[in-house]
């Protein structure tokens, strides 16, 4: 291979990593992103009124602005736009996820994940895609859970704890070993025999909360039912 073909390998290389590093494994960690991106518009927004309103303000009372007036206002414009716009999103770490907000972990955990993915090997990426689809199942559940219940420690410790650390320490062994057979099993089949545990893990409690909110639904129902059907039969003409 000559240089330049080793070259155009190792772009080529960067270039995929950098699209793995983006692409979402989960429709929450998308919503995250977005809902950020509108909180730093909003301000933007705002501190752009604030100038504008300030510059109407003393073009009435003081002095008309003029050319050079205008000028300044379209810099300070333009500093407001790249201030405001230069906070990015916060990239969780793996410490901050056990402490996240519950509403809020699924689409922590999809990001840290997603930040993780193009150094684990293909199958394990796989892995990692089938758990954005569990972690969005779970999600929803989580909006109304309360924090201090055992089922919340449990997904908390699951999602938070043990997937986060099984794949943090698989990133800690060398590169150069992670096919190596250690007690019978390489750390890459290792890893993609744990994912494949708490991918599992993760969709049947996402399943064992939906399936506690389908038992109060359905047990709504039987209570409107014998209330409406009892007061249909008391109204009943009597003969």
Not at 25 to 37: E, F, N, P, W, Y
Request: aromatic share 4%.
């Amino acid at each position: 291979m000559s240089e330049v073909d080793k070259v155009s390998a190792l772009g080529n290389a960067a270039i995929e990593r950098s699209r793995e590093r983006r692409r979402p494994i989960g429709t929450k960690s998308v919503a995250l992103r977005r809902q950020h991106l509108y909180k730093k518009l909003g301000r933007m927004l705002v501190a752009a009124g604030v100038v504008l309103l300030g510059a109407a303000v003393f073009g009435l009372l003081i002095q008309p602005l003029g050319f050079i007036g205008l000028l300044a206002l379209t810099v300070l414009l333009i500093g407001v736009a790249v201030l405001f716009g230069r906070s990015p999103f916060p990239e969780p770490r793996q410490a901050d996820l056990p402490k996240a907000d519950l509403k809020h972990l699924a689409g922590r955990t999809e990001i840290w994940l997603e930040a993780q993915r193009p150094a684990l090997p293909a199958p394990a990426r796989t892995l990692v895609d089938g758990i954005g689809v569990q972690l969005d199942l779970l999600a929803p559940q989580l909006q109304t859970l309360d924090a201090t219940s055992p089922a919340a420690a449990n997904i908390r410790k699951l999602v938070g704890e043990d997937l986060p650390e099984l794949v943090a320490g698989y990133q800690r062994i060398p590169a150069g070993l992670r096919t190596e057979a250690h007690a019978g099993r390489t750390p890459d089949e290792t890893l993609v025999g744990g994912l494949k545990m708490l991918e599992s893990e993760i969709g049947n409690a996402a399943r064992s909360l939906a399936a506690g909110e389908l038992d109060k639904l359905a047990t709504r129902e039987r209570y409107l039912q014998l209330k409406y059907q009892g007061i249909d039969g008391d109204d009943s003409p009597v003969s």
